[in-house]
């Protein structure tokens, strides 16, 4: 396994294990527990996803010492204030059954999420969370809040891979020294990404999928990326990608395939921000 160096000195896993939209506790549970018998170390979850206990379940009986193992989660935007993240951080950690989580993240910029980053800098500071950062947090709001907070982003989880590959927001986290990390690293399955002739193309000269040319490329950009599956040889397979390297002919013919645009998400509508308002993960 590869690491890089978050800005505050922590080790993070270049490749970690994601369960968004793993729903099911019974289903997630094996998940996570395949995950982590094929080699994973880094589990990435969310308040929102729902799975939490889950995720902590397949952790204690993995019987992997707690040190080897590098836990994310993050708070919802029903939680972005200053009280109500205290208690958020404590009720994750209990869904976990851990006594720290080695990185925790505000999901959206909503809400008040800059008081919410104080009760965060307040837990890395006990020891209670490792690392603190932020997802879909875009170039100028992250410049904002860099500018503004006491402890800079270890980490910006936002939409990257090979056709929406935002250069200019990997520039501004470079800038702050932020790690990004890409939640999406397969689309989504769009833009035919498991077929896509480029990628299949040099693929081919290694030995790879277009899949894990895909999370390569992320990978020498710098990118920790955490790819999500329920199917055991494809959990397999999205770990098998440190024994080859891609050309910087190879990165530029990946990197020509990025659009202006998200094909998943807009993040400036409306209609997505109310969405995110009303969708409550706890009474």
Known sequence: MQYFTLNNGLKIPALGFGVFQVPDPAQCEQAVTDALNAGY?????????MNEQAVGRAIAKSGIPRKELFITTKLWVQDASYEKAKDAIERSLNNLGLDYLDLYLIHQPMGDYYGAYRAMEEAYRAGKLKAIGVCNFYPHVLTDFCETVDIIPAVNQVELHPFFAQEDALKVMKEYGVTPEAWGPFAEGKHGIFTHPVLTEIGKKYGKTAAQV???????????????????????????????ELTKEDMDKISALSLPESGIVDHTDPAFIKMIHSLKVHD
């Open 41 to 49: 170390r880094l589990i990435d979850t969310a308040a929102a996803y």
């Open 214 to 244: 895909a999370l390569r490329w992320n990978i020498q950009r710098g990118v920790v990326v955490i790819p999500k599956s329920v199917h055991l040889e494809r959990i397999k397979a999205n770990i098998d990608v440190f024994d080859f």
